[in-house]
């Protein structure tokens, strides 16, 4: 049976309340997970481990939060800014998150900010979609 969107948000703020021990009305769908919420990158695997849990997937932890791989690599950033190809592969690896803000300035610093609650959703959504 698939969920509304509705549903997914619902869950997806439960396991983010349960995960970084937030007030419900703090996890709005702009809410950024590090800036708003104050994940850390410990919280990352915990919030993949119960995401999987409440939806019944398989979450690989590079599929929702890439931007760890692509920091690695020295074609995709240069003078502290994703360079071309490097958004060109972060786009690629993150179809679910709006990057219109990001490419205007792709400074690495504000990564963390496309780690939003509704790009949580929209993956979860897609990987439901998807199955």
Do not use: C, W
């Not at 703020?13 to 410990?42: K, P």
């Not at 995401?51 to 939060?65: G, H, N, S, V, W």
Request: glycine share 6%; proline share 3%; net charge negative.
């Amino acid at each position: 049976m698939a969920m509304s969107r509705d549903e997914i948000f619902s869950q997806v703020q439960e396991v983010m309340v349960d995960a970084l021990g937030v007030d419900d009305d703090e996890v709005t769908e702009n809410a950024t997970l590090m800036g708003d919420l104050g994940a850390e990158s410990i919280d990352f695997l915990d919030i993949v481990f119960r995401l999987e849990k409440a939806f019944a997937i398989k979450i690989p932890r590079e599929e929702l939060f890439p931007a760890e791989n692509l920091m690695s690599n020295s074609e995709y950033v240069k003078d502290g800014k994703l360079t071309d190809a490097g958004l060109a592969a972060l786009t690629e690896a993150m179809p679910h998150t709006d990057m219109s803000g990001f490419k205007a300035d792709p400074d690495i610093n504000k990564l963390g900010d496309l780690f939003t609650v509704s790009s949580v959703v929209n993956y979860i959504e897609m990987k439901l979609n998807a199955a």
